[in-house]
């Protein structure tokens, strides 16, 4: 990408290398699946990373910290991207909500190290980047980008901005009412159709990201050869069915909760292509139209 010139978010709490607290959690971009797929690659054990990053979801009371220390200029190189990107969707989204009549309430990020404390609960680097609406606070260990780029297969800048503006595409539904709206619904409802409620979401986050890089690159001129496919490999090895086909050799569909590998590219690339809110009816669809 480039993003020479560009500024960063004045909207970002730096907290690497505070000290976390007890865990609780919260579903992030791939939770506890991607805590499996990671076991996988590294040689560990996928089911109990993945029966640790369940603990954290429903409340086991651990402590973690981190050590204070300097961070390396590829970790001060992240950072600063990070804080371009988040100043990038500011800039899209403020517009859009303006042309909407509405107002834009900008998200704070946080960055974090190992964990942190949210309004959601404990936040672990093993849930990978989340959205808090109970704070509207967006929360990244800049750590998942070299799990991304080492462990997953998907590297460079935009693959790296896409997982970003999928979260602040979170916020934007939580603005908008969706998220309050699905969540309300989904704890009525059984497990397997709760899955097919989150799926709806992710996949209408992903639609935001792409809606966010289409306005990105047309404001800035962001994109550079070669950082679609990034974006489209990332969203590939993210999808359920490619992570749990990693770290177990097979697929469980009903457990699905983010969408499969070709979902969440569909998705992205529908938002990417026509940049038009409107288009990203992944609510209104059937579940064969996903």
Request: hydrophobic share 35%; glycine share 10%; with cysteine.
């Amino acid at each position: 990408m480039n993003l020479d010139g560009r500024r960063e978010s004045s909207n970002v709490e730096d907290r690497r290398g505070m000290s976390g607290g007890k865990k609780a959690g919260m579903a992030g971009i791939g939770g506890v699946i991607i805590a499996m797929a990671i076991a996988y690659f590294t040689g560990g054990n996928p089911l109990e990373a993945g029966i640790q990053a369940a603990q954290q979801s429903f409340g086991e009371n651990t402590e973690v910290s981190a050590d204070q220390r300097e961070f390396t200029e590829e970790e001060q190189e992240l950072a600063t991207f990070a804080t371009q990107i988040l100043a990038g969707t500011e800039d899209v989204w403020e517009d859009i909500f303006e042309e909407n009549d509405m107002k834009y309430q900008v998200p704070t990020m946080v960055l974090y190290t190992d964990g942190t404390q949210t309004a959601c609960g404990q936040g672990s680097a093993a849930m990978g980047p989340f959205y808090c609406s109970g704070d509207q606070k967006l929360y990244i260990d800049l750590s998942f980008f070299t799990t991304m780029k080492q462990q997953l297969g998907a590297e460079g800048d935009f693959a790296y901005a896409y997982v970003i503006a999928h979260e602040v595409g979170h916020h934007v539904e939580y603005l908008t009412g969706i998220l309050q709206d699905a969540h309300a619904k989904m704890a009525k409802m059984s497990q397997a159709d709760a899955n097919k409620m989150s799926v709806r979401l992710e996949l209408l986050a992903d639609f935001y990201a792409g809606v966010w890089a289409h306005h990105d690159n047309e404001r800035f001129g962001s994109l550079e050869d070669g950082d679609i496919e990034e974006a489209i490999q990332c969203a590939q090895v993210i999808g359920d069915d490619y992570l749990q086909k990693k770290s177990r050799g097979y697929a469980v569909p009903e457990s699905f909760n983010h969408g499969t590998s070709k979902q969440r590219m569909k998705w992205f690339k529908r938002g990417l292509e026509t940049g038009d809110v409107s288009q990203g009816n992944t609510f209104e669809c059937s579940d064969a139209e996903l």
